[in-house]
């Protein structure tokens, strides 16, 4: 993923002045920030947006997440390189391209089918085999490939989810999710040992909702979440 392309300077911009020197250190993400072409996970017509300091539409209501939101969530899980990670909510591939960076196997949950497809898409184009993509309902998680090292949630929750809970590795599996609603929300990080799940509190946030059986119910929300993460 390392040719050069004519938004490196952009990239790297992105990555010193967004994400180091906000507090981002784990040197593994921030080199992955820099390699993955961001603007191949959008609209040709928004790619000289694709480096700036926000969310950007992606269709179907959602959007790709801030960059630094993405480094953030990605540096919480402590990846190490060998881990089987789950993606809840793949939305524009982008994330799960930096996770397929920095692990051994990810598999990833889409439950709109033209994004997940266009998410497929962006990922072959790059060249990223080690993900397997799916079509479904993320807040029931993957219960046939489970348990998971690291478990990722890129859309809101009313409360942890309990399968994804449940499909978390006994041994230090750790989950990064924002939790809360349309008017408040924080990015939460489970870590799990045994039968113990320590939940910690980190920055407010806001993200679009996880809809589904574990999440909300697509008309609680309010209809302006086009602007969200
Ligand atoms: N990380 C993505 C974020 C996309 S926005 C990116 O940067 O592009 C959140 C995504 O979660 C949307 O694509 C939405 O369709 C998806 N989503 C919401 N609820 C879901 C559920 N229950 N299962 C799977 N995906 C879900």
Do not use: A
């Given at each position: 993923m390392s040719t050069p392309d004519p938004f490196q300077t952009l990239r790297d911009e992105m990555v010193e002045k967004q994400l180091r020197e906000r507090g981002i250190h784990d040197q593994r993400v921030l080199d992955a920030m820099r390699r993955?072409?961001?603007?191949?996970?959008?609209a040709s017509e928004l790619q000289h947006l694709a480096y700036r300091d926000c969310p950007l539409p992606i269709g179907e209501n959602q959007t790709i997440s801030q960059p630094y939101i993405v480094a953030l969530m990605t540096e919480l899980l402590h990846l190490t390189g060998t881990e089987r990670v789950l993606e809840v909510g793949m939305g524009s591939g982008y994330q799960t391209a930096i996770l397929c960076e920095l692990t051994a196997q990810v598999y990833t949950l889409e439950c709109v089918p033209r994004l997940a497809e266009q998410g497929a898409a962006a990922l072959a184009r790059l060249g990223y085999e080690n993900v397997e993509i799916h079509i479904g309902d993320g807040s029931q998680g993957l219960p046939d490939m489970a348990p998971f090292d690291a478990i990722l949630v890129a859309a809101a929750a009313p409360a942890l989810p309990g399968p994804l809970r449940s499909q978390l590795s006994e041994h230090g599996g750790r989950m990064v999710l924002p939790v809360g609603d349309d008017k408040r929300q924080y990015l939460e990080v489970v870590v799990r040992q045994e039968n113990r799940w320590e939940i910690e509190r980190t920055i407010p946030v806001r993200f679009v909702p996880l809809v589904g059986r574990y999440g909300f119910s697509p008309r609680v929300w309010l209809e302006d979440s086009t602007e969200d993460e």
């Open positions: 993955v072409p961001r603007h191949m996970f959008v």
